[in-house]
């Protein structure tokens, strides 16, 4: 069964870094784009940021360019995403996604981000 597991949210101050880990089971990503979406309470879900099957292209939105890095360790069936210099709104539930095997989209469960002093 495909899945996809987020870890690594929690409480950080303004400021602060977190950094987030998507772990798959059951496919391999190497060949299929990856992504983090997020979405705050009373919000739509929004796209954060991309990277493709190798590693050589991302995408960001314009609200976290310059503070989040996604990354990939194929070897390793995984996705990250470091967030720097977190701000209260990157408050939210911060979501994993691939359009995988089957042309299908899989989501994580989600991780919750809670940026507050």
């Known amino acids: 069964q495909v899945q996809l597991v987020e870890s690594g949210g929690g409480l950080v101050q303004p400021g602060g870094s977190l950094r987030l880990s998507c772990a798959a089971s059951?496919?391999?990503?190497?060949?299929?784009?990856m992504s983090w979406s997020r979405q705050a309470p009373g919000k739509e879900r929004e796209l954060v940021a991309a990277i493709t099957s190798a590693g050589e292209t991302t995408n960001y939105a314009d609200s976290v360019k310059g503070r989040f890095t996604i990354s990939r360790d194929n070897a390793k069936n995984t996705v990250y995403l470091q967030m720097n210099s977190l701000k209260p709104e990157d408050t939210a539930v911060y979501y994993c996604?691939?359009?995988?095997?089957?042309?299908?989209?899989?989501w994580g469960q989600g991780t919750q981000v809670t940026v507050s002093s």
């Open positions: 059951a496919f391999t990503i190497s060949t299929f784009v």
């Open positions: 996604h691939t359009v995988g095997p089957g042309f299908r989209n899989y």
